[in-house]
């Protein structure tokens, strides 16, 4: 079965400091692994996902995520955060194209000036 | 990107009362549709697996007989909260992927509903 661990459940930093929101994941098949974003009582906004290819991949809004399969994880970074980028934030795994999500827990991304 | 509508955004309604809430894929057809429940300040439970044409896969621990789930076409997807009690108060969140394409893409989500029963 399928796990998605986030291992922050909040991240306060000050505007336009670095920021690594942390995700491992468990899966005993090939996983498909993806980053949303979800602002206060709204659905959820894909920022970046890895299907295969280059570990690192590029999201919307500046923030990109690694691939480790050795360290089974998928962390998510931004090298300079903005006020804006205050939100939820979703780590979330899947074994095949057409099967759920299965998400973590989130992690609350505060930033202030 | 790929569009999907959940209406209606926010309904009250009395305890005892059944509540429909539609997810539509705009510009895509889905096959399958995914319904989740989201409780404040946490993640996204996956209630339900939505198939068009036959009948959906819950959850365990998710009651099918209160939440009715109905596929009729390959854009739409209805939830129905039946008999609901405050205890069912709760963000619900649609998503769909685009599996006529045959290709592995992200989940497209809609905007949510949030339920209130009083």
């Known amino acids: 079965a399928q796990s998605v661990t986030q291992l922050d459940s909040q991240v306060p930093v000050f505007e336009e400091a670095p920021v690594e929101l942390r995700c491992n994941y468990s899966?005993?098949?090939?996983?498909?692994l993806f980053w949303y974003v979800q602002y206060p009582n709204q659905g959820l906004q894909l920022l970046l996902k890895?299907?295969?290819?280059?570990?690192l991949v590029k999201g919307i809004n500046g923030f990109e995520a690694e691939f480790n399969k050795s360290q089974t994880s998928f962390h998510l970074r931004k090298p300079s955060v903005h006020i804006s980028d205050t939100a939820e934030y979703f780590c979330?795994?899947?074994?095949?194209?057409?099967?759920?999500?299965?998400f973590g827990k989130g992690t609350t991304l505060s930033v202030s000036s | 990107g790929a569009v999907v509508s959940q209406h209606p955004s926010w309904v009250i309604c009395k305890s005892g009362t059944s509540v429909k809430i539609e997810c539509r894929s705009l510009?895509?057809?889905?096959?399958?549709m995914f319904w989740y429940r989201q409780f404040p300040k946490q993640s996204l439970m996956l209630m339900a697996t939505?198939?068009?044409?036959?009948?959906?896969?819950?959850e365990q621990g998710v009651e099918k007989d209160k939440f009715l789930i109905n596929h009729a076409s390959l854009t739409l997807s209805t939830l129905t909260v039946t008999s609901a009690h405050p205890e069912d108060s709760s963000f619900y969140i649609c998503?769909?992927?685009?599996?006529?394409?045959?290709?592995?893409?992200?989940?497209?989500f809609g905007q949510g509903t949030r339920l209130t029963v009083v």
């Open positions: 510009d895509f057809q889905a096959t399958t």
């Open positions: 899966s005993s098949v090939s996983v498909y």
């Open positions: 998503s769909a992927r685009d599996t006529v394409r045959g290709a592995i893409t992200e989940a497209f």
């Open positions: 939505s198939n068009e044409g036959s009948k959906a896969t819950y």
């Open positions: 979330a795994v899947s074994d095949q194209a057409g099967t759920a999500l299965i």
């Open positions: 890895y299907l295969s290819g280059s570990t």
